[in-house]
């Protein structure tokens, strides 16, 4: 759950960073952190997975979750590198946010909304 968090908090520090044009987006641990998160986050998600014996297209929350995941994936890459205007970096930030709302309540619920 920490690297959830971590990984949510930090995203959300750096579409900021992005939305105000600061130079600290482009610092080399600001570069290297979401990486080594995301890293943990996902090797901490497989090993709950072989643990539990629960699924992804086994059990429909898990993958919701797991698709939600590549949706937020996609529209980060979109709000803080591949976004062409402001405009568009700023939409997609805010809709990762939301798709990275939708996870934590599946995560919690294990219910797809």
């Given at each position: ?43 901490s998600a497989l090993i ?25 994936i996609g529209t980060g890459?979109?709000?803080l590198k591949y976004g ?30």
């Amino acid at each position: 759950m920490t690297a959830a968090i971590l990984s949510g908090l930090f995203f959300t520090i750096r579409g900021i960073w992005m939305l105000t044009d600061s130079s600290l987006l482009k610092r080399r641990w600001a570069k290297v952190a979401p990486h080594v998160i995301d890293t943990v986050l996902l090797a901490s998600a497989l090993i709950m997975v072989f643990w539990s014996g629960q699924y992804p297209f086994v059990q429909g929350w898990l993958t919701a979750k797991v698709l939600a995941l590549f949706a937020y994936i996609g529209t980060g890459m979109v709000a803080l590198k591949y976004g062409k205007t402001k405009t568009v970096r700023a939409a997609a930030f805010v809709t990762a946010l939301l798709i990275f709302v939708y996870i934590l309540k599946v995560a919690v619920t294990r219910q797809v909304i």
